[in-house]
């Protein structure tokens, strides 16, 4: 061969590689993230962040930046939000609904991001009308939800992830328990496949029993997601409460619903709800539960 010929195939060689190496390089900067990548670290940073805002009481300007913070979130993650802005018993409701298109959902996943106004369960009876700070009792699924907004993979079936307004103020008076998911229940037209409330899911010692009003495949399949997933002992699997919450509404539509709650939480309603309270381990045993189960109805 001539020196020609060789500079030639060096030539080509060469530049065969650039081919190839740009086309690698341009495929790493557009990957998607791995499916099971939930991020507790940046979970629990979420519930510090909402609780820096003070009550989220509706009406209260905790409320305002809350909302506006999770808009932000959301569609930084790649997520069309929209408001549903609505009315019970003379409140402003406002619901967020975070989808990633137009398709209807078959799966929403739910939480309340309110706040109760009153501290009523507080063994401080002096600070029984001081609000509650809410790390666990509202902080900790809005962490969760907002975590599986950056980790769900585009190729997931259909979800919206959904952010209710004044779960948590039922019992005093001229309110009442889960008036934002009611709304949402009553407004909004769909019909998902399953729906799935998060609520109470950060306490350090986690214990989530099987609610007894949840559909009963459904929370077979997501805690047999957990116990292979090696999360069977926050997951047990055992009944024990009975919920009224933000999955009553859609069970009373006919809409199958779970809701995973762990009721066994001494600062509920209490001005000790910190965010010392919730654990990331905790967290991260729910988000991965329910990313796993996602993709689960996926493939």
Request: net charge negative; glycine share 6%.
């Amino acid at each position: 061969m001539t020196k020609r010929a060789v500079s030639i195939y060096l030539t080509l060689i060469g530049s065969l590689l650039i081919l190839v190496l740009g086309l690698y390089a341009a495929s790493f900067l557009n990957r998607k993230p791995d499916s099971a990548s939930f991020d507790s670290s940046h979970a629990y940073a979420d519930v510090q962040t909402q609780v820096t805002f003070g009550a989220r009481i509706p009406g209260s300007q905790g409320h305002a930046q809350i909302r506006e913070w999770m808009r932000t979130e959301l569609e930084s993650a790649g997520w069309m939000v929209e408001i549903q802005q609505t009315e019970r018993m003379g409140h402003p409701i406002y619901n967020i609904i975070a989808k990633r298109n137009t398709e209807p959902p078959q799966i929403i996943l739910g939480a309340h991001y309110d706040t109760r106004m009153i501290a009523d369960n507080d063994p401080d009876t002096t600070k029984r009308n001081e609000p509650v700070a809410g790390a666990n009792d509202g902080a900790s699924g809005v962490a969760v939800l907002l975590e599986l907004a950056r980790s769900l993979p585009d190729n997931s079936v259909p979800v919206w992830l959904v952010f209710f307004d004044a779960e948590d103020n039922g019992r005093i008076e001229g309110w009442d328990w889960i008036l934002g998911s009611r709304a949402f229940v009553e407004e909004i037209p769909v019909q998902p496949q399953a729906v799935i409330i998060v609520d109470m899911i950060g306490d350090a010692d986690l214990n989530i029993y099987l609610e007894q009003n949840s559909n009963v495949t459904i929370r077979t399949e997501i805690w047999s997601t957990a116990e292979k997933l090696g999360y069977g002992k926050q997951f047990i699997n055992q009944e024990k409460f009975s919920m009224e919450d933000d999955h009553t509404p859609f069970l009373e539509a006919g809409i199958p619903a779970v809701d995973l709650i762990d009721f066994d939480y001494p600062y509920w309603h209490t001005t000790q709800d910190t965010p010392d309270k919730v654990s990331a381990e905790s967290l991260q045993a729910v988000g991965d539960t329910l990313l796993n189960w996602i993709m689960e109805q996926t493939k």
